[in-house]
């Protein structure tokens, strides 16, 4: 069993991210003392944390990371990280015709100084 302070250095989510990851029942400890309200993960938790500390990474909401927690199987998070992945893409496409759509109006504003 990890204190909690332990758990944060071992996982980089600090005791904040923790307590509101408990709150909203995406991570709760492994165990919490009755007498000083202390609150201890284990190795499950462990390997919890680091997959949300991953899907936090890849953009995934509070939302969507419940929904992966709740599938205990993880039998759809390739789903998910699929659609993640595609979701990303076409904000990439989006920005980058943002992008050229600046460069077009930057040109013609130069053609009109010219």
């Given at each position: 069993?990890?204190k909690?302070s ?7 989510l600090?005791?904040?991210t ?7 029942k ?11 309200n202390y609150?201890?993960?284990?190795d ?5 944390a680091?997959?949300?500390?991953k ?16 599938d ?8 998910l990280l ?6 990303i893409?076409?904000?990439?496409e989006?920005?980058?015709?943002r ?10 504003g130069?053609e009109e100084?010219?």
């Amino acid at each position: 069993m990890y204190k909690i302070s332990e758990f944060t250095e071992m996982t980089g989510l600090s005791k904040e991210t923790l307590r509101y990851y408990a709150e909203v029942k995406l991570l709760e400890p492994a165990l919490i003392d009755p007498n000083n309200n202390y609150r201890y993960y284990d190795d499950g938790s462990y390997f919890l944390a680091i997959l949300l500390v991953k899907l936090r990474g890849f953009g995934f909401t509070v939302q969507e990371m419940l929904s992966v927690m709740e599938d205990e199987s993880f039998a759809h998070l390739e789903d998910l990280l699929i659609q993640k992945r595609e979701k990303i893409k076409m904000q990439i496409e989006n920005l980058r015709q943002r992008i050229e759509e600046i460069d077009e109006f930057l040109v013609s504003g130069k053609e009109e100084n010219g």
